[in-house]
């Protein structure tokens, strides 16, 4: 493992926008099968670094993204080929579950058949597959074809992560992805976030630093400087939390600051 | 009494009577209508043509030719109305400096007076474009004097979806395509009805502008290159021009004023039938 090359390594990344940098000189390096927090408090630009990872800020207007990164060894471009083939390989989930406004199986298939052709039998299978590998299955089976809205909260952030799944991508970046749940959901999503780290390499922004102590392999503490985001610290997690070497970091923490 | 509650109650007054005017005035319209046109409507009034210049007889060749010229506007006003509509309401478009003047453009359209439709569509489809005072003509006026309310309608509906669903779609790696036809369309068909339901009303109510493009021939029209007069020319005409037609203008418009309210109900079912409908209010 010692060699095989993280999941994602940047260099120098900015985000700025309308010439405003957001965040800037952000080097960082994100294991494959692993948790990786970003933590710090907010306005420090972790949600516009987060969608760097797959461009999904270059439609966003006067946006601008600078720097080189990396996704398992290969830059971003040759890692994949288009947008669309970068979208699917690295998956993005919000802080607000987005179902959208049609049944809980439309929701799957439209990004499966957009994805794989349309083909009956394979689409039932993903469908399936993704909504077992979350554990809605069994509450939805026989209501396929309910409105996905009508589902709780925490079943449509679920039904969102199953979309992303059947996809079946290698990087699953993720804004908060629990904050507007109440704390059950909140903790089955945490649950399925530890189970898919054996598959892929998770990206998890987050405020709650008992989430990020509960669930996090690596940790990158962002904080502010000159009116934008940068890099205090990063490393193992154990290490953060229990040594960091900052001040900023320590204090932070330990909850004095932020 | 104290002085603010003497004014609530004259506003409330006032609020209520303003409400009852306008109600007042619609059933008086709708029932002066209903009453003149049904006295003595028969069936036949809807599958004969009409004879002794629409005294007598029915009205079948204008319902066909009013049919024809809604048809030839809604083929055309759909597609550019629908496309205009993406592209002014998307952010992603990159309509830039380009857009502001479209929506300028369309503010203008809209306030321009039939009649300069009518002349412009008899300037350029009848005599430029050499398709004569046709059906194929008045639709296409029709559809250009359309376009401006249903492409603000459409960019408005569009527009108020969240933005979120957009941003989700391109997380998802769909295209433009699939995120307007599968989802952003059919979660704003509330919207879209409603504009295409104010468009066609519009339409089915111009005269100005089809009499010097789809004429006035009362003959039943056999291709789209053919003239034809819609039912609201022909209440004009049996008005105006008539002596004796009253009754069957009043009988006609009966028939539009219920061919209204059947579009209008039409797509209004047409939109519940949708899912997003139901899931999206």
């Known amino acids: 493992m010692r060699h095989a090359p993280p999941a994602i390594l940047t260099h120098n990344v900015s985000v700025a926008f309308d010439g405003k940098p957001a965040v800037s000189g952000i080097s960082a390096s994100f294991p494959d099968c692993a948790i990786n927090a970003i933590v710090g408090p907010s306005g420090c630009g972790k949600s516009s670094f987060l969608s760097a990872l797959n461009r999904l800020n270059e439609s966003v207007p006067g946006c601008k993204v600078d720097g080189n990164i990396e996704l398992f060894g290969a830059a971003l471009g040759r890692f994949a080929p288009n947008r669309e083939e970068l979208r699917r390989t690295v998956a993005m989930i919000f802080q607000r579950p987005v179902p959208f406004p049609l049944s809980i199986r439309r929701n799957m298939e439209i990004p499966i058949t957009e994805h794989y052709g349309r083909n009956r039998q394979e689409t039932a299978g993903r469908c399936e597959a993704a909504l077992k590998s979350v554990g809605l299955w069994g509450e939805v089976e026989n209501r396929l074809d309910m409105p996905a809205t009508q589902l709780s909260g925490g079943q449509q952030q679920r039904l969102c992560l199953a979309r992303a799944l059947a996809l079946e991508p290698r990087i699953l970046l993720l804004d908060e992805p629990t904050s507007a749940l109440d704390p059950m959901a909140a903790g089955l999503i945490e649950e399925l976030l530890r189970e898919l780290k054996s598959q892929m390499s998770l990206v998890l922004v987050t405020h709650n630093l008992a989430q990020a102590r509960r669930l996090a392999d690596t940790v990158t503490f962002f904080w502010m400087k000159d009116g934008h985001g940068y890099v205090a610290e990063s490393g193992p997690a154990d290490t953060l939390f229990n040594t960091p070497r900052e001040d900023v970091s320590r204090a932070y923490f330990a909850g004095h600051i932020g | ?281």
């Not at chain 2, 496309?83 to 990159?94: H, N, P, Q, R, V």
């Not at chain 2, 350029?124 to 639709?139: K, N």
């Open chain 2, 1 to 281: 009494m104290t002085g603010v509650e003497t004014q609530n109650r004259l506003a409330a007054l006032a609020i209520w009577s303003a409400g009852l005017l306008i109600l007042g005035a619609f059933t008086l319209i709708v029932g002066d209508i209903f009453w003149r046109g049904f006295s003595g409507f028969e069936l036949g009034f809807l599958t004969e043509d009409p004879a002794d210049a629409g005294r007598a007889g029915g009205i079948r060749s204008v319902l066909a030719a009013t049919a024809l010229i809604l048809l030839v506007c809604l083929a055309v006003t759909l597609p550019i109305g629908l496309l205009t509509g993406i592209f002014l309401a998307d952010y992603t478009a990159g309509g830039g400096r380009f857009a502001p003047l479209v929506r300028r453009s369309l503010d203008t359209l809209a306030g321009v007076p039939s009649i300069v439709f009518g002349l412009f569509g008899n300037a350029v489809f009848a005599h430029l474009l050499g398709l004569r005072i046709s059906i194929l003509t008045g639709g296409l006026t029709l559809a250009i004097m359309v376009l401006p309310f249903f492409i603000r309608s459409a960019e408005e509906s569009l527009r108020s979806l969240p933005v979120s669903f957009s941003q989700a779609a391109e997380a998802l790696g769909l295209s433009r395509l699939t995120f307007y036809g599968k989802i952003a369309l059919p979660a704003a068909l509330p919207g879209l009805m409603a504009g295409l339901v104010l468009g066609l009303g519009r339409a089915l109510a111009e005269t100005a502008a089809l009499i010097f493009t789809s004429g006035y021939v009362t003959r039943l029209p056999e291709s789209l290159l053919d003239s034809g007069r819609t039912l609201s020319i022909h209440i004009l005409d049996l008005a105006l021009n008539v002596p004796g037609g009253a009754e069957n203008a009043y009988r006609t418009a009966l028939v539009l004023i219920v061919l209204l309210f059947a579009i209008n109900g039409a797509l209004m079912a047409l939109t519940r039938l949708s899912p997003s409908y139901r899931e999206y209010r």
